[in-house]
């Protein structure tokens, strides 16, 4: 088995059982990394190990902790580089990608790896998979589909802590500006479409 096969192995025993943020979650991050990969010049071991442990730590977005989760993440995955032998330098590449690589943190990822991670996990918020994460997460938190009122933030400041479709017009449509990569650009203006479809559809509905 290669150090990424263990990898996978040991995160899929220690993963939340989340439905946003669950071992399904992990590896369509990873896939949405090694594409990006072969686009850029970055070091796929480093890029793709980070892509594993990015979310160790996943508090849910109503605990005041959540926007520790990445933080969190960093700190636990240090342990476990070090049990797979990866280098002091390794290590640090990789912390500092999970750190760096969350919305709620707002930073732009000082290293390749960090922007290259940051991008494949934001991609996975966007697009079909976005859409059904985004109302699996309202769902479990027991969040109204929207406000009736104003279902699309016309008149308002969205507020996706008691409304989940506010969340798209806080996060998700802002994501295709904040790419850091050509491929994460590409990808993530194909996916913000199928997002203003989904609100065109909605829209004609409710």
């Known amino acids: ?48 190990s980070a892509a594993l442990l990015h979310d160790l730590v996943f508090y849910p977005k109503s605990d005041k902790r959540s926007k520790m989760s990445s933080i969190e993440s960093a700190k636990k995955s240090k342990n476990i580089l070090k049990k797979y032998n990866f280098s002091n330098e390794e290590i640090t590449i990789i912390s500092n990608a999970i750190e760096e690589h969350s919305f709620s943190q707002n930073k732009i990822p000082t290293s390749i790896e960090g922007k290259i991670l940051q991008d494949a996990d934001r991609l996975d918020a966007l697009g079909a998979i976005g859409i059904a994460r985004a109302f699996a997460t309202g769902g479990s938190l027991k969040r109204p589909f929207y406000n009736v009122d104003d279902p699309f933030c016309k008149q ?9 479709l506010d969340h798209f017009f806080k996060k998700l449509l802002k994501l295709e500006s904040l790419m850091n990569t050509k491929y994460g650009k590409t990808e993530a203006k194909k996916r913000t479409v199928v997002l203003k479809a989904f609100l065109k559809q909605l829209k004609q509905e409710i």
């Open 1 to 48: 088995m290669t150090v990424l096969d263990l990898l996978k192995d040991e995160v899929k025993k220690r993963i939340e059982n989340d439905s946003a943020h669950d071992f399904d979650h992990v590896l369509r991050v990873y896939k949405n990394a090694q594409k990006i990969c072969k686009k850029e010049k970055a070091d796929e071991k480093l890029v793709l």
């Open 156 to 164: 308002r400041i969205p507020d996706d802590k008691i409304w989940t």
